[in-house]
């Protein structure tokens, strides 16, 4: 009997695995612009392993890094549409287009990319920006605040006159102030451009010296610490309709500890980047004077009055908005 006992487990088993494979997996593609060391690829594989693993395997995620599926600049349409699942997007790169959410590029001084991601994402959630209505928002997040890598040293105003530099958004903004030839592109375009001369540096987050090797070219950085680019993930409509209400479960609950692990991830990252630069490139990091800071702060000090001025004659509350951002800077930074 004892024999009889073990076979029929044994069958139940059995029969309970073949039941388990039997359970069609659900699979998803992600897109992503740059390419997979980055941080937006490091937390787009972050977010699968998590998914996969929460939902014990029922969703698989095909990741697309470095446009193999969609282009920067086509990410929300390219979702919208149907072409992926999923994408990451820089808002910062349609800035017209995402107007609530790239106010979070002004010059409020977000200190860094944990809270820049946190705010982002109540900000987003306050105001349901029209824009989104017609995808499902899985993650906001923030790079580090900006700052600016160059072939030759800026230490002043003047060094920066008539220098080509890229930025995007918002950072974009505080380049013409500053006095630079602003050049705008998404950041995948950035390493070809910097590679042929076309740009002398850019403006953005400091990992990106280390991952994608920018160092080897800028041996100067200069120390703003300035505004932060937003991103955020979406997901087409159909393909999250689609979802069982367990899995749709598992990825509403990751909002906002993705969002807040991108962040934290970005912060140390940047650490270890500036380490990486001088140990292995000698880049030479440049702090600004107290007396050149407060010029190129005085630079930056009518563009949030320009910015509300501007957003309030299309209808948006500009004002509430910058409040809003920061009293959630506040928040988070208690
Ligand atoms: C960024 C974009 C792609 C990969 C790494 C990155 N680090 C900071 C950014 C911010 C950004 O979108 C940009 O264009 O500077």
Not at 27 to 41: D, G, K, Q, R
Not at 206 to 224: G, N, P, Q
């Amino acid at each position: 009997r004892m024999i009889m006992a073990v076979f029929f487990m044994a069958l139940l088993i059995i029969h309970g695995f073949s039941g388990l494979a039997e359970t069609k997996t659900i699979t998803l593609s992600y897109a992503n612009f740059p390419p997979a060391p980055t941080f937006p690829c490091v937390q787009m594989e972050r977010w699968k392993t998590e998914v996969e693993k929460r939902t014990n395997g029922q969703v698989s995620i095909n990741t697309f890094p470095g446009e193999t599926l969609l282009s920067a600049k086509d990410m929300m349409d390219g979702v919208i549409a149907g072409q992926a699942d999923i994408g990451c997007l820089c808002m910062a790169y349609q800035p017209g287009r995402f107007i609530v959410t790239n106010a979070t590029s002004l010059p409020l001084d977000i200190p860094n990319a944990r809270i820049g991601s946190l705010v982002l994402l109540d900000l987003y959630r306050k105001y349901r920006p029209e824009e989104f209505k017609q995808v499902k928002v899985l993650a906001m997040f923030a790079s580090a605040p900006s700052n600016i890598m160059t072939r030759k040293p800026v230490r002043t105003l003047e060094d920066m006159q008539g220098m080509n530099i890229r930025a995007s958004g918002g950072a974009a903004e505080l380049l013409k102030a500053w006095g630079a030839n602003l050049v705008g592109m998404p950041m995948s375009d950035t390493p070809e451009a910097l590679q042929k001369g076309v740009i002398q540096g850019l403006f953005s987050s400091l990992e990106v010296m280390k991952d994608f090797k920018f160092a080897e070219i800028c041996s100067f950085a200069t120390i703003t610490d300035k505004v932060i680019y937003p991103f955020a993930v979406v997901m087409n409509l159909d393909s999250w309709n689609a979802l069982p209400p367990d899995v749709q479960k598992v990825m509403d609950e990751l909002i906002e500890e993705q969002s807040e692990w991108t962040g934290a991830y970005m912060d140390n990252h940047v650490q270890e980047a500036i380490e990486w630069s001088k140990q292995t490139h000698q880049v030479e990091f440049i702090e600004l004077s107290k007396e050149e800071k407060a010029r190129w702060d005085g630079r930056l000090a009518p563009l949030i009055d320009e910015w509300i001025k501007d957003v309030e004659q299309k209808g948006f509350p500009a004002q509430a908005i910058v409040n809003d951002i920061q009293a959630l800077i506040q928040k988070y930074s208690q």
